[in-house]
Structure formats: C-alpha cells, structure tokens
C-alpha cells in the first residue's frame, strides 16, 4: 500500500488520518518525540505541527531565559524579556 505524505514531509497518514511528528520539552531538560494525529487533512496536521512547533520553541527559549547561567545569549534574554515582561505592562 502506498503511503501518503505531503511535500514538506511533515504530516503523513497512517491508518485513516493525517499526524504529525512532534517534540515535547520535558521538565528535565530532554526532549520527548512524538506523534499528534485524528487530522482529516494535511493541511490541518502541517498547521498543528507548526503551532507544536513554535511552542517548543518558545518553552526552550524560555528555559534557556530562566536557567540561572551566566552564558545565556543576549538574544535569548531579550526573546524572554519580550515574550514574558514586555506584555505585563
């Protein structure tokens, strides 16, 4: 049987609905990889897996921000400082 996959190779079907792979940040630091499905189409798994992924991205940001290193990026501080103290007003 033929799979199906989109041209990015992001979301794929298996059995009778679209997934996508994903990360999950753990609480120790490491990174979890996993599936997400249910999706009726590709378009909607490619979506979920760039929310998924943004997310990820944030909390890494946002650990790397909070880490109590001496070594932590001038980007990566002001990536925390906007997402978290910029908005409190």
Avoid at 42 to 59: L, P
Wanted: aromatic letters at 12%.
């Amino acid at each position: 049987m033929e799979s199906k996959t989109t041209k990015k190779g992001v979301a794929f079907y298996e059995g009778c609905s679209w997934y996508h792979r994903m990360k999950v940040l753990r609480e120790d630091g490491s990174t979890l990889y996993t599936k997400r499905g249910g999706f009726s189409s590709a378009e909607e798994a490619e979506e979920s897996y760039n929310r998924c992924q943004e997310e990820f991205e944030k909390m890494c940001r946002n650990r790397q921000a909070v880490k109590k290193d001496k070594n932590i990026s001038l980007g990566n501080y002001l990536r925390y400082w906007l997402e978290k103290c910029s908005l409190r007003g």
